[in-house]
C-alpha cells in the first residue's frame, strides 16, 4: 500500500471513531454519596452486655427488698420495648422490579432504565447520612419527590431501605 492510501484509511478509521463515540449515548445513572453517621454503635452484644448488667443489679437489689429493684426492673422492660419498636422494620414493599443497590462505599450507583422507585439499602453495617443525591446524564428522566424517601440529610440505619423516585418526562 502506498503512502497516501495508508493516511486515506487512517483517517477514516480515525472518523469512524469520532463519529461513534459522538453517537454513543451514556446510560442515565443516579448516583448517591454518603458518609457514616457519628459515633460507632454499641452493637448488638454491648447491648446484651447492658442488659445482663441491669438484671444482675435488680436481682441484688431485689435480694435486698429495695424499691430501687422495682424501678430498675420497670427500666428494663422499658428499655426492652424501646429497643423492640426501634429495630422493628418500618416500612415493606410488595413488590420492586428494579434492582436493589447495595450501599457499601460512596459513592453508591444505580443505572436509569425506567421510571419507578429505585430502592438503596445500606449494608455498611452503621447508619449513614446521605451526602447528595445526582441523576447523571438524565436525559428524558428526572427524579420523583413523591415517591423519594433517600433525601440528602436524611439517616439510614444499618440494612435500612430508603427509594429514589424517577418519572420519564417524555411520557
Not at 123 to 141: C, E, H, K, Q, Y
Not at 144 to 149: C, D, K, S
Request: charged share 5%; with cysteine; net charge positive.
Amino acid at each position: 500500500m502506498n503512502r497516501f492510501v495508508r493516511s486515506l484509511v487512517s483517517a477514516g478509521a480515525a472518523a469512524f471513531v469520532a463519529t461513534q463515540s459522538a453517537f454513543a449515548q451514556v446510560q442515565p445513572s443516579i448516583v448517591v454519596a454518603f458518609d457514616l453517621a457519628g459515633p460507632i454503635p454499641v452493637g448488638s452484644w454491648g447491648i446484651t452486655a447492658a442488659a445482663v448488667l441491669m438484671v444482675a443489679s435488680a436481682a441484688v437489689l431485689l435480694r435486698k427488698r429495695n424499691r430501687a429493684a422495682s424501678r430498675l426492673l420497670g427500666a428494663v422492660a422499658a428499655a426492652g420495648v424501646v429497643g423492640a419498636v426501634a429495630t422493628a422494620p418500618q416500612s415493606s414493599q410488595a413488590f420492586v422490579p428494579i434492582p436493589t443497590t447495595n450501599m457499601v462505599t460512596s459513592p453508591a450507583t444505580a443505572m436509569v432504565n425506567t421510571t419507578g422507585p429505585y430502592p438503596f439499602v445500606n449494608l455498611t453495617g452503621n447508619t449513614i447520612v446521605i451526602r447528595s443525591i445526582t441523576l447523571a446524564n438524565p436525559g428524558s428522566f428526572s427524579l420523583q419527590p413523591l415517591t423519594t424517601t433517600c433525601v440528602a440529610g436524611n439517616a439510614v440505619s444499618a440494612n435500612a431501605t430508603c427509594y429514589i423516585g424517577i418519572q420519564n418526562m417524555s411520557q
